[in-house]
Structures are given as C-alpha cells and as structure tokens.
C-alpha cells in the first residue's frame, strides 16, 4: 500500500494532466452523443387541413421529428399557409399540432395553468388525451387550451352559448376563435362543420359539466370564482 502512495506522490505531477484529459474526453464524448441526439432529424409528408375564416384549406405538410420522436418543425409543401395559433388537423386519425405556444388549463385543479410549447401533438386514442410537449408525453383529462389572444381549443364536447342562449353543441376536438370582440369563428370536428358570426357586443360562453369559460372576456368560471386566462408566455411549462 505505501508502494503505491509512493507511487502516486511521485508521479502526480504526470497523472492529474491525464486523469483531467480523460475527464475532458469523457465529457465531450457525451455532450456530443446529446447534441447528435437532439438534432436527429426525421421528416415525414402528413396530409393536413386547417379552417380559416370558415373555409376549410387541405394540404400536405412536411412534419419533422427529432430523434425523441417530439415535432420541431412544421412546413406546408402544397399551399401558400403563414402559421398562427389556428390548429392543425391530420386527415386520419386523431392527431392535431398546435404550431404556437399554448396555454392549458385544468378546471377541476383550481383553474391551475400551463405552457404547451410550439408544435405540441394533442392525440385522441380510445377517448384518452394524450399530449407531446416539448420531451414530455403523458394523457390528461378536463382541459381546454388558448392561444393568449382569441383562439380556445375544447378536447371535449362542450355548448356554445350566444347572450346566455345554446346556439351550438361542438364535439371534442373543436376551436373556437373570437377575433376583436366583432367576429367567431367556430369548427365543430364532429360534424367537419365550421361557421363565421357577428357578434360585437355579445356575451359568448361556453360550457360543459366541467367547463364554464366566458369567451369574451378570456376568463374562467371556477365554481363562482373568476379566473383570468393568461398568455402562454407568461407561464410555468407543464410538467417542467
């Protein structure tokens, strides 16, 4: 044993300048594994169709994935689209990409809300939500998304209400899009119906067992306490 302390007292000058380059190397080697991983890139065509102003638009989109299997980009191939928060929609399936940061709020936890990072995968598979944000996926249940601005997403069925009165039922999987208090704009996925309405100065609302959302003033009922709703970019990411 005193050998060996001998040993290193010796040659220590020698041996810390390689144990540093090899911890050196090391660490390198995995930074380099991370970065090579983190932009693996893997590029799929996905037709798609988003509604604007009532009118639905059908194209093809190149979606690109990295290696986590998590979207980072989102180009049309086949038509002139400029991205906002309008949802996009796959033609099979289930699948919708949201290509802006989203706000989510849950109602039934005290109205808590959260931040969906761009091109977040909401996926209805057997009637379960489930969510790809950012590096998490996980299923969620009682939620609904907005853009900050005027634009709800509603994963479940909910009733439309125009000055307290039921004007429409949507189904899961709906938006609805209120643009300065004067238009709305809605798309019912069930139906692949969607419609453009005047409203200035009208009281819109809508509503389900579990929601209670006040569209014109960007709030949310919670048991007769009035949340507001915040723009994504004011909060915490989910399950940060």
Do not use: W
């Not at 125009?162 to 899009?177: R, T």
């Not at 069930?190 to 209670?212: P, R």
Request: a neutral charge; hydrophobic letters at 35%.
């Amino acid at each position: 044993m005193n050998k060996i302390i001998d040993f290193f007292k010796k040659k220590y000058k020698v041996l810390i300048p390689i144990m540093v380059v090899f911890v050196l190397l090391i660490t390198v080697y995995f930074l380099y594994r991370e970065y090579k991983y983190d932009n693996y890139r893997n590029k799929q065509d996905v037709s798609v169709y988003q509604y604007f102003n009532g009118v639905v638009v059908d194209y093809t989109a190149q979606v690109t994935y990295n290696l986590k299997d998590i979207i980072v980009g989102v180009t049309p191939i086949d038509a002139k689209i400029e991205y906002n928060s309008t949802p996009i929609y796959y033609s099979e399936g289930n699948k919708v990409i949201f290509p802006q940061d989203m706000s989510i709020i849950f109602p039934l936890k005290d109205g808590s809300q959260f931040k969906l990072y761009k091109y977040a995968l909401y996926d209805n598979e057997d009637g379960n939500h489930i969510i790809k944000n950012s590096t998490h996926v996980d299923t969620y249940s009682n939620f609904f998304m907005f853009d900050g601005n005027e634009l709800f997403f509603f994963p479940d069925e909910v009733t439309l209400y125009i000055n307290d009165k039921e004007y429409a039922k949507l189904g899961g999987m709906s938006f609805i899009k209120n643009v300065g208090g004067y238009t709305l704009e809605y798309y019912d996925k069930t139906n692949d119906k969607s419609e453009f309405l005047e409203v200035e100065g009208k009281k819109i609302t809508v509503k389900n067992e579990n929601i209670n959302v006040d569209i014109t003033d960007k709030s949310l009922n919670n048991y007769g306490r009035k949340v507001l709703l915040f723009s994504p970019q004011s909060l915490k990411s989910l399950n940060n």
